[in-house]
């Protein structure tokens, strides 16, 4: 198309004008979010940051929840009762971590896939409720 860096006008309707190299095939949006570079870079960085405070809120509201139910348990159990729950309530807030994990909640390829987030969570919730109903 072009001879010595001139563009040569088409000779047809579907003729191109400009060089093959100087077409952008996607918006600049786009093309600026490929995984190479300063982008790609951006996004792995603030994708790392958030799962980090998904498990922190996950740990506040886990251990909130569990204090809770110790403080309106605490006037039923005696001594000896209450420092068994207390240990099972910190062991239920690390499975509940553990559970989501193993259910990939927190993989960062597989956040914002929609509806796919809520299920790993009620699959975690399932699974952890399903193992406490057969070891209680």
Do not use: N
């Amino acid at each position: 198309m072009t001879s010595a860096g001139v563009t040569r006008k088409p000779s047809s309707v579907g003729e191109l004008t400009e060089p093959i190299e100087t077409i952008r095939f996607l918006p600049p949006r786009v093309a600026s979010l490929s995984l190479d570079g300063k982008a790609g870079a951006a996004r792995g960085t603030w994708q790392a940051t958030y799962v980090r405070q998904l498990i922190a809120a996950d740990l506040l509201i886990a251990a909130a929840t569990s204090a809770t139910a110790f403080a309106v348990h605490q006037k039923i159990f005696d001594r000896y009762q209450m420092s068994r729950y207390a240990l099972i309530s910190a062991l239920l807030v690390l499975a509940w971590l553990a559970v989501l994990a193993v259910c990939r909640a927190y993989e960062t390829r597989l956040l914002f896939m929609g509806s796919d987030e809520y299920q790993r969570v009620i699959r975690a919730g399932f699974a952890l409720l399903t193992a406490v109903a057969i070891f209680a």
